[in-house]
């Protein structure tokens, strides 16, 4: 079974300062990664995902992150943050060939101004 | 286009009842996911629709839930005697299937067992 790690809950953030949000995972087997935000009262949607090819995924809203196989991490950034980037963010991973996901416990980033 | 939509948004119901939550995929997809959010985690999968067969269960808690998906389209899912732990955020996605790994999550259902 996937575990997925995101190492921290909370993340506060100033308006335009850089955010990394990080997540690891344990998998003995090849996968795919995702990142899922959750804006207040609202489903989640998909930021980004990394199926295979470059390790560097670049997503909506100005956000990328970077698959290391080695380290088994995918963490996500983002060089300057808004107000409206305010939301939990989700890590998630699913085992190659699989199609149901595993999430993270989430990450909350407060950006102030 | 109409994204998932779930009913009811918010479900309250006493320990013991039965409940069904009602899930529409975005027209055309042929996956369907249930999930389970409690307070201060992230989601947890339930079950698996490629059409209207159940492809992967091993996320159902016990056999007091159960779900359907009989014309291939809407889902159900169906809790039989709540309990308390019952209650949860329970979403819905969906996936255009063949292949891809994308999924549409529906704004959920509160479900509140008292």
């Known amino acids: 079974a996937q575990s997925v790690t995101q190492l921290d809950s909370q993340v506060p953030v100033f308006e335009e300062a850089p955010v990394e949000l990080r997540c690891n995972y344990s998998?003995?087997?090849?996968?795919?990664l995702f990142w899922y935000v959750q804006y207040p009262n609202q489903g989640l949607q998909l930021l980004l995902k990394?199926?295979?090819?470059?390790?560097l995924v670049k997503g909506i809203n100005g956000f990328e992150a970077e698959f290391n196989k080695s380290q088994t991490s995918f963490h996500l950034r983002k060089p300057s943050v808004h107000i409206s980037d305010t939301a939990e963010y989700f890590c998630a991973v699913s085992d190659l060939g699989d199609y149901k996901l595993s999430f993270g416990a989430g990450t909350t980033v407060t950006v102030r101004a | 286009g109409a994204g998932v939509s779930q009913t009811p948004s918010n479900k309250v119901t006493e320990k013991g009842k039965y409940v069904e939550l009602r899930c529409d995929p975005i027209s055309g997809h042929t996956a369907l996911y249930w999930y389970r959010q409690s307070l201060g985690q992230g989601p947890e999968f339930l079950i698996y629709f490629q059409g209207t067969g159940a492809a992967d269960d091993s996320g159902l808690p016990n056999d007091r839930f159960f779900a359907v998906r009989p014309e291939g389209s809407v889902s159900t899912l169906k809790i039989q005697r709540t309990e308390r732990g019952d209650s949860a955020v329970y979403l819905c996605?969906?996936?255009?299937?063949?292949?891809?790994?994308?999924?549409?999550f529906g704004p959920g259902t509160r479900l509140t067992v008292t």
């Open positions: 996605a969906s996936s255009p299937g063949g292949g891809t790994h994308e999924q549409y």
């Open positions: 998998s003995s087997v090849s996968v795919y």
């Open positions: 990394y199926l295979s090819g470059s390790t």
